[in-house]
């Protein structure tokens, strides 16, 4: 798809498959990332994307990695850019820096408030919400695809659902292209974000993100950090399989198989896998696709 933007692709009817990576603070997690980057790539993703670190603190190494993943694995790389410690200058010279350097579609948000806050704090010469960026880098590099973030359950500042779909319609009207979804492990939400997009006025493709629950405490840290619902089912089977490494992978990996099979039978443009640098759940859920016939790239 090297040629196509993510928009083009979806638009041809394909349903994109794409893995996120987050840039590695360790020696031992650089490693893990240069074997996980390397095995995911048999799997041929449509795209992968690469986090930007809090308050800007990975502005580098978010370059450096993405440039890595392109370049050690011929991935299409999507690079996220929060606003968050950022004057417009410093923003304009980052863009620049991925435009000079071939890239051709941004996840443009706004990041969370730093250290103990619970109120997001503006650069005094920066961006006080996505929107604002999202209007920034269509004005000033129009060539850039962008992405968004969605949260089918609310976005966690946001005092209701209809308040945060307005403000997701200005980063659309801003030129957002598509929607990434925060994880989630119910997919009714999902549907009826979609639907209230859609009613909203929101056109653009909505892709759900998912995360294989393999580990009861990090998806509760999850799902407390976003206010996403643990369902109770998942979470007492995750709960009486502790300790037991087999189990667990496979009561994830196959809660996730059926999410990823009811969200393409019912129309989602494709599937955007929280992959936490790891490679073997996201292999094994590989497997169970391949098995059951679903297929990406048809
Ligand atoms: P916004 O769209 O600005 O929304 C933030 C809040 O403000 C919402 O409650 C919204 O309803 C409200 N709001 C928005 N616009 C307006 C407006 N114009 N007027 C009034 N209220 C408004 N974080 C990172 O630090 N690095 C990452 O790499 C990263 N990647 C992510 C990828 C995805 C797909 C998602 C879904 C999230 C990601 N995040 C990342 C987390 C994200 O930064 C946080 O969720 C953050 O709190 C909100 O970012 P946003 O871009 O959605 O903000």
Same mark, same amino acid.
């Given at each position: ?24 603070? !360790? $020696?031992?997690?650089? #490693?893990?990332?240069? %074997?996980?980057?390397?095995? =995911?790539?048999? +799997?041929?993703? /449509? ?8 308050g800007g603190s ?24 929060t606003c968050v410690g950022h004057s417009?200058?410093e923003? !304009? $010279?980052?863009?620049? #820096?991925?435009?000079? %350097?071939?890239?051709?579609? =941004?996840?443009? +948000?706004?990041g /969370?408030?730093q ?8 650069h005094?010469?920066g ?172």
């Open positions: 798809m090297e040629s196509q933007t993510i928009i083009q692709y979806i638009a041809s009817g394909k349903k994109t498959f794409s893995l996120e990576f987050f840039p590695p603070k !360790s $020696e031992k997690a650089i #490693q893990q990332l240069q %074997a996980s980057s390397s095995e =995911l790539s048999k +799997l041929d993703p /449509d795209f992968v994307s690469i986090t930007y670190g809090a990975t502005r580098k190494s978010t370059f450096t990695y993405a440039e890595q993943l392109k370049a050690d694995h011929g991935y299409k790389v999507m690079p996220h850019l417009k200058n923003l !304009s $010279e980052i863009i620049q #820096q991925y435009q000079d %350097a071939g890239f051709k579609t =941004l996840m443009a +948000l706004r /969370d408030p250290g103990d806050s619970q109120t997001f704090t503006p005094p010469d961006f006080q919400y996505a929107n604002e960026l999202v209007a920034f880098i269509k004005s000033t590099f129009p060539n850039f695809e962008i992405g968004v973030g969605g949260y089918p359950e609310k976005h966690p500042e946001a005092p209701s659902q209809e308040s945060d779909i307005r403000n997701l319609k200005k980063k659309c009207d801003a030129g957002a292209d598509f929607i990434t979804t925060q994880l989630f492990y119910n997919n009714e939400h999902y549907f009826r974000f979609v639907d209230h997009c859609r009613s909203a006025n929101i056109d653009c493709p909505i892709i759900p993100g998912l995360m294989i629950p393999t580990n009861l405490e990090r998806v509760e840290r999850f799902c407390n950090f976003c206010q996403a619902e643990l369902p109770d089912s998942l979470k007492s089977a995750l709960a009486s399989a502790q300790g037991d490494a087999q189990a667990l992978q496979a009561i994830g990996v196959d809660w996730t198989f059926q999410q990823v099979k009811d969200l393409l039978e019912q129309g989602a443009p494709g599937i955007h896998l929280y992959i936490m640098n790891q490679s073997k759940f996201m292999l094994a859920l590989s497997e169970k696709l391949k098995e059951a016939d679903i297929n990406f790239h048809s």
